[in-house]
């Protein structure tokens, strides 16, 4: 897996982003690899009981979705500083739902478990973002991504061994599908020590989504956040690479913004 290769090609593709970017600077950069979205349709009412009332839930089709993203990450450095593999690069893994404030979709995270220590502790002082330290290991043969996951701060019985590989070619999401409304957001909500609500604004190229398969051998991330998945198979979808960069976060009034 290559480091040091932070696409920077990629702030110049806006074409397709649903508002502009921040007139401030970028703050940081992270490369996503090897990634799966897992999705399943959940209904609203099981939702609302756990996503901050600030922000509103985005339905597709009447329903709320919950998402399981494992993926791997290099380049996860501040702006001006190098991108070094003993810190930058480790696996992660979270479970997101969507909602939005005034006319700007973004991802709620419930949970997100990552196999590097500082950045679990830079998440949580910085931007008060339920990040746990996990033991985590992905191994790769051809396409097939090895992936396994146990949470060893919080809830010990959070965990996630999966299979996973694509099965298609990569292309963008259509907008009005359903792929494109759980994949092509732009920012995450959250609420800081203060209970504030804040936006985080992110940008990255369409994703080039895979239709994937994958043999989910146990899966207790949901279950951890008190939510309990529908017994049926995950919506899939595979993602070769992503390159991102971030803003610092921006307090909100979701009463009245609409920036």
Known sequence: M???????AILSEVSHRPWPLPASPWVMTQTWHALLFAHWPMAVGQLRQNVPAAF????????????VVPFQMTNVTARGLPSLPWISEFPELNVRTYVRVADRPGVYFFSLD???GLAVHAARSLLNLPYYRAAMSVTTKLDQVHYQSRRTNGASSAQLVATYEPTGPPTPPARGTLEHFLTERYCLYNLN????PYRLDIHHPRWPLQSAEAH???NTMADAAGLRLPAMKPLLHFSRRQDM????PTSIDPATDAR
């Open 56 to 67: 509103e839930l985005d339905v597709f089709d009447g329903m709320g979705w919950v998402g």
């Open 114 to 116: 990552a196999g590097r």
């Open 193 to 196: 020590r203060r209970g504030v």
């Open 245 to 248: 960069v971030a803003w610092a």
């Open 2 to 8: 290559a480091d040091h290769d932070f696409n920077r």
């Open 216 to 218: 989910i051998a146990h």
